[in-house]
């Protein structure tokens, strides 16, 4: 069973940075892509980031030039490098997985305010 487990949200200030962690099990995890959505109340879940299994990377628009997601195959982990972190970036991270069908973790809470 694929399990996806996240950490590193927290409280920041604009400007401030923050790095998400996920742990992924189950699954053969360098042959998967891997990827951050985020959902504020009563929106749509959104992709933020997505790294290939190869490592080629792709981003929302509106975090380019300011997150960085990365993958680490030898400890099943990927990450989010957040930086110039803004009040609009606040929500609920989530990692992501996808074999035969799409696998979530439970979110971690990320809030930019002063």
């Known amino acids: 069973q694929v399990q996806l487990v996240e950490s590193g949200g927290g409280l920041v200030q604009p400007g401030g940075f923050l790095r998400l962690s996920c742990a992924a099990s189950?699954?053969?995890?360098?042959?998967?892509?891997m990827a951050w959505y985020r959902q504020t109340p009563g929106k749509q879940r959104e992709l933020v980031a997505v790294?290939?299994?190869?490592?080629?990377?792709n981003y929302a628009n509106s975090v380019k030039g300011r997150f960085t997601i990365s993958r680490e195959n030898a400890k099943n982990m990927v990450y989010l490098q957040m930086n110039s972190l803004k009040p609009e970036d606040t929500a609920v991270y989530y990692c992501?997985?996808?074999?035969?069908?799409?696998?979530w973790g439970q979110g971690t809470q990320v809030t930019v305010s002063s």
């Open positions: 992501n997985t996808r074999t035969t069908r799409d696998y």
């Open positions: 189950g699954m053969i995890f360098r042959i998967n892509a």
């Open positions: 790294i290939t299994s190869g490592g080629s990377t």
